[in-house]
């Protein structure tokens, strides 16, 4: 916890010796707190999504593990809450408030990490309060799934990941297929894919202007310069999907959104994505990662 502390107090330092040395805004130092939330929370899902494979058998198990990460994600907000109460929150606590809240959920999230690595790390046998958790030698990898798992992250050939979906109407297609969706709702079906290089996502429609998701570089409408990190996509029918809400580098929280017809999902296995829908007219990003 003291190391913590210092680590904490050095970071602080480092953001304003930076702002004084190099006149860094409170911008970048919001979004660099920002992404440090971000790692741990991919390294969360990446553990969590280890845990379910490693424990697929157990579903009693996995029942109580998807519940408890349910209430654990609300008891994240809601400390957050108890943490910084005021309504008005950018005015009352300043412009540091979106640096503050990104320390402080990656502190309760690199907590949730360590206690869900037990999981996955085995218990030494002998340990007569082991519960749910394996024994050490029972969860450990055989030498050939060894090599599997240090091989580059790729789909196998059936393009069939349930585990990584939380929609209750969808249909998983490979990175290679094209998608023939209504996607602007105006009757006629468009053609979404990959570009050969894989970095882009090209919708195009008999009649019109080939649409590039990348924009040329540009980050419009909320959506990324480049896809390449991709290696899975669906076609969503739920009427409706969650959004998480992030606004310069700060998580606001999420909301319910109404989806006004089949769209496209797209993500990577451990890290979550975001849905590719139209909203009045316009395509619109729906963030679904924490």
């Known amino acids: ?37 971000i790692k741990s929370d991919s390294i969360l899902n990446d553990v969590y999504s280890k845990i379910i494979l490693a424990y697929k058998s157990d579903t009693v198990f996995i029942d109580r593990l998807e519940r408890s990460q349910r209430i654990w994600k609300a008891f994240r907000s809601a ?43 085995g218990i030494e046998e002998g340990n007569v309060c082991t519960g749910s958790v394996k024994v050490k030698q029972v969860i450990e990898l055989k030498p050939t799934e060894k090599k599997i798992k240090n091989k580059p992250e790729k789909l196998n050939s059936s393009c069939s990941h349930p585990e990584h979906f939380d929609f209750k109407k969808y249909k998983e297609y490979c990175l290679t297929d094209t998608l023939k969706i209504d996607l602007n709702g105006n009757g006629i079906l ?25 924009s040329g570089g540009n980050r419009a409408n909320g959506f990324y310069k480049n896809y390449d990190w991709v290696n899975l996509w669906c076609v969503v029918s739920d009427s409706h999907v969650s959004e998480v809400i992030v606004k310069e580098g700060e998580l606001l929280g999420d909301k319910i959104l109404k989806l006004e017809r089949p769209s496209i999902y797209i993500g990577k296995e451990t890290a979550g994505g975001g849905i590719i829908t139209y909203r009045n007219g316009k395509l619109y990003w729906v963030h679904q990662s924490d």
Request: include cysteine; aromatic fraction near 14%; charge should be positive.
């Open 1 to 37: 916890m003291l190391l913590k502390k210092m680590s904490r107090a050095i970071l602080i330092l480092f953001f304003n010796c930076s702002f004084c040395c190099f006149s860094q805004t409170q911008f970048e130092m919001n979004r660099m707190s920002g992404e440090e939330f």
């Open 79 to 121: 400390e957050l809450e108890m943490k910084y109460p005021e309504k008005e929150k950018r005015s009352y606590y300043g412009a540091v408030y979106p640096m503050c809240v990104s320390f402080f959920l990656k502190d309760i999230t690199d907590e949730r990490i360590e206690k869900l690595r037990v999981w996955l790390d």
């Open 190 to 214: 468009e053609s979404v894919f990959f570009s050969k290089n894989k970095n882009n996502i090209l919708i195009k429609e008999k009649g019109k202007k080939l649409i590039s998701l990348s």
